[in-house]
């Protein structure tokens, strides 16, 4: 089999000498543009084996899209369509998927978080700019989190925005564990997405789900930043057949699912 196309898109100012060489680890890898989730196409071919290849700390979609995928510590984990936790093959495919390996270029902790807003403005103001690529983790113990997930998808396929519309919706409270994100600018928003992005997964490996919103104290914040973003294409007939112009409709349709708006 032939190996994915990519695209590379620089997202930091190399120039300035700060980075003397690029390498693997720099990078964050995405599998499939978001406008392919927009445009319904939600069956993937890709092994998540492929993609640990190139990062162990991620998030993404399971194939077809039913719930939402984790990726801690080299480790896949699916939170099902009613928050629960079970270890997904490496073997299993996926249609998304953003990953990196981490290594933690910062670490602070945020005394207070009141809330999605809250948390974006407290984290901008400590990366080094809004123009770079950062993979995001936060660890300790979380007051209320407010989850979704969604059910497993049956063809004909739905835009991810009409997905979004039979989200399961539920809270976990008073537990301690992990979110894994991603923040992307605001130039990258119609391949990669924009803002933030998380995904959480709590410490005893049984109930997770996508981010909606927060609160918390005492917060441990681990910062990867990147050299830039490369694109992987999937390999199947129905991404290459697809209708994927970007728009600014397919671009909305995306942050709305992010955000989990029906």
């Known amino acids: 089999m032939r190996k994915a196309a990519g695209i590379f898109l620089l997202s930091t100012g ?4 700060a980075r003397a060489e690029l390498a ?3 990078l964050v890898y995405q599998l499939a543009p978001t406008t392919a989730l927009s445009a319904g196409l939600l069956e993937g071919n890709t092994r998540f084996s492929r993609m640990l290849a190139l990062g162990d700390f ?4 399971l194939s077809p899209v039913e719930g939402e995928i984790i990726v801690l510590g080299g480790e896949v984990y699916q939170a099902d369509p ?12 996926t249609p998304f998927l953003t990953v990196k390996r981490f290594t933690r270029d910062q670490r602070f902790t945020l005394s207070q978080v009141r809330g999605m807003a809250h948390l974006a403005r407290a984290l901008d103001a400590r990366l080094p700019s809004a123009n770079g690529v950062y993979a995001v983790r936060l660890d300790g113990r979380f007051e209320t989190l407010r989850l979704r ?10 835009p991810i ?6 989200q399961n919706l539920y809270e976990l409270t008073d537990v301690e564990g992990t979110l894994v994100g991603f923040r992307l ?3 990258l928003a119609a391949v990669s997405g924009a803002g933030y992005h998380f995904h959480f997964i709590d410490r005893a490996r049984r109930r997770g789900g996508h981010l909606l919103d927060l609160r918390g104290e ?3 914040v681990s910062v990867d930043q990147g050299a830039g973003v490369t694109l992987l294409l999937p390999e199947d007939e129905a991404f290459a057949d697809a209708d994927l112009r970007l728009d600014p409709q397919s671009t909305a349709r995306f942050q709305r699912a992010v955000r989990g708006e029906k």
């Open 14 to 17: 190399l120039a300035t000498g």
């Open 24 to 26: 693997p680890e720099d």
């Open 58 to 61: 991620g998030l993404g979609a």
């Open 82 to 93: 009613e928050g629960r936790i079970r270890a997904v093959s490496d073997q299993e495919q």
């Open 149 to 158: 997930s969604v059910p497993r998808q049956k063809p004909p396929y739905r």
């Open 161 to 166: 925005d009409q997905v979004v519309a039979g």
């Open 185 to 187: 600018p605001a130039y």
């Open 218 to 220: 005492a917060l441990t």
